[in-house]
């Protein structure tokens, strides 16, 4: 069975356009990428499937929904 070509413009946990000017053709040359700037949990990693990493990024919204599910640690002082 033939697997489906790896597209690096599409979130492999998604499939959506993940918006990355590193896998942007021309694209890289504007500067860096919002992924450069943003954090990317070790558990949402791990959910990447092992032919796509470091092949592929996760977009926007898959960071943001991990992050929206994430515990928020409590701050020194509050209760």
Same mark, same amino acid.
């Given at each position: ?8 413009c599409?979130?492999? %946990?998604?499939?959506? +356009?993940? =918006? ?7 694209? *890289? &040359? ?6 450069t ?5 070790a558990?949402? %990693?791990?959910?990447v +499937?092992? =032919? ?7 977009c *926007? &919204?898959?960071?943001?929904?991990s ?7 409590l701050?020194a002082?509050?209760?």
């Amino acid at each position: 069975m033939t697997q489906p070509a790896l597209d690096p413009c599409r979130c492999p %946990l998604c499939g959506q +356009p993940n =918006a990355c000017a590193l896998a942007t053709p021309g694209q *890289a &040359a504007s500067g860096p990428c919002w992924c450069t700037r943003v954090p990317f949990s070790a558990d949402l %990693l791990k959910q990447v +499937p092992e =032919a796509a990493r470091n092949k592929a990024c996760i977009c *926007a &919204a898959c960071v943001a929904k991990s992050q929206d599910s994430s515990p928020v640690p409590l701050q020194a002082g509050r209760t």
